[in-house]
């Protein structure tokens, strides 16, 4: 068999809705479903504000940059994500501080968090890891506390709810990804959701070189100015009407990855050399991934990962911790110790689940997890 670590869901509406903006033969750029694509969102959201961006990170980048993030603050995040979530805070000069996760969620440790508030930080960025909600309660209190700014990565999670309140709404702002892996995607995008004027305002200004857009820029004659610096973080028409089409079958999505997360679930519990996820009772979990932990750690984790390649299954390390990575440890100088981070990392190892997923290629993934750990002689 081969089974792949992801595969896309999409459907003949994806198509049509694709070519009817392609068929338009105008506004491919700035066009009439990015407002509608902003509020469907604002709308599933339960939010003011969203504003759509060619990407997660340039979303997170430009948020920053509307808050006034800038050099000699410090903002917390964790290793235990993808780099963007750093990376962000480095492009705006500041400097990315690293608080370790907890077991439960392998999201921020709001204790471990409460640590490294100094003088300088000026927010937290907790990640909704693979479908799960952090302690993102436990944070925004802790955020208010300190009166830090509580900015949720979010790239992973929508539709992850923690105590029935959806991820993505607790804090100040929140960042969402449409990469291609994410629960529902147009290949690549993002957007930001607030409650803050000011800020949405700020956000549509970044995105577009700074530009007062009071008309359509490509097809009016009018002058609009440029009040402020900007960038070319615009999600083109075509794409906010593959996410139009794709967010109409969101609520299908999550379930038939809730269904196959249950089904993996019920076929691995028995292998006592692995760890299932385990959701706490207060957390709806919409698993964009599906780790397991190896409870020998790297080595036999590594094993593990090259077995399964050879017998067809993708599997994926997430995450590597950014602490380690070549660019923070050996330019940047960081040598933090982060023990919980460490520990998942070494052990964790993603599963394919995406919607599409049969059962008949779940039980050939148990069954090749089992042999590995059982083999027959």
């Known amino acids: 068999m081969d089974i792949p670590l992801f595969k896309i869901y999409w459907d003949e509406d994806d198509v049509k809705a694709v070519s009817d903006s392609v068929r338009r033969g105008m506004n491919w750029a700035a066009g009439p479903n990015i407002e509608k694509f902003e509020t469907l969102l604002a709308e599933y959201l339960g939010v003011k504000f969203v504003a759509a961006f060619n990407s997660g990170t340039s979303a997170l980048h430009s948020a920053l940059l ?89 790239a992973e999670s929508f539709g992850a709810k923690e105590n029935g309140k959806l991820a993505g709404t607790f804090g100040d702002s929140a960042m969402f990804s449409l990469c291609q892996t994410k629960v529902f995607t147009t290949g690549e995008g993002g957007f930001m959701v607030t409650d803050s004027k000011d800020i949405y305002e700020k956000l549509k200004l970044l995105r577009s070189h700074g530009r007062l857009e009071t008309a359509d820029y490509f097809t009016s004659g009018e002058f609009m100015d440029y009040v402020a610096l900007g960038y070319n973080f615009r999600m083109p028409d075509i794409i906010a009407a593959l996410g139009i089409s794709q967010l109409k079958k969101v609520d299908k999505l999550i379930e038939l990855r809730r269904e196959h997360a249950k089904y993996l679930t019920e076929n691995l519990s028995g292998i006592d050399e692995i760890i299932i996820p385990k959701v706490p009772e207060n957390i709806f979990h919409v698993y964009q991934e599906y780790p397991i932990k190896i409870k020998a750690g790297k080595e036999a984790r590594d ?17 590597p911790p950014i602490h380690f990575t070549h660019f923070y440890k050996n330019v940047l100088g960081y040598n933090d110790k982060l023990e919980v981070t460490e520990k998942i990392s070494s052990q964790a190892l993603t599963l394919p689940l995406y919607p599409s997923l049969t059962k008949g290629e779940m039980d050939y993934m148990a069954k090749e997890i089992k042999n590995f750990y059982s083999p027959k002689s």
């Open 66 to 154: 509307a808050y006034g993030i800038k050099k000699d603050d410090e903002v917390i995040v964790p290793s235990f994500t993808f780099i963007a979530t750093a990376n962000a805070v480095l492009m705006v000069g500041a400097k990315p501080v690293f608080a370790d996760i907890e077991e439960e969620t392998y999201g921020l440790d709001p204790e471990d968090v409460r640590k490294k508030i100094t003088s300088k930080t000026k927010a937290i960025i907790p990640v909704h890891y693979g479908g799960y909600a952090c302690k993102i309660q436990k944070l925004k209190e802790l955020a208010k506390e300190h009166n830090l700014l509580l900015i949720e990565d979010t």
């Open 303 to 319: 094993a593990l990962k090259k077995y399964l390649a050879e017998r067809g299954i993708g599997t994926r390390i997430s995450f």
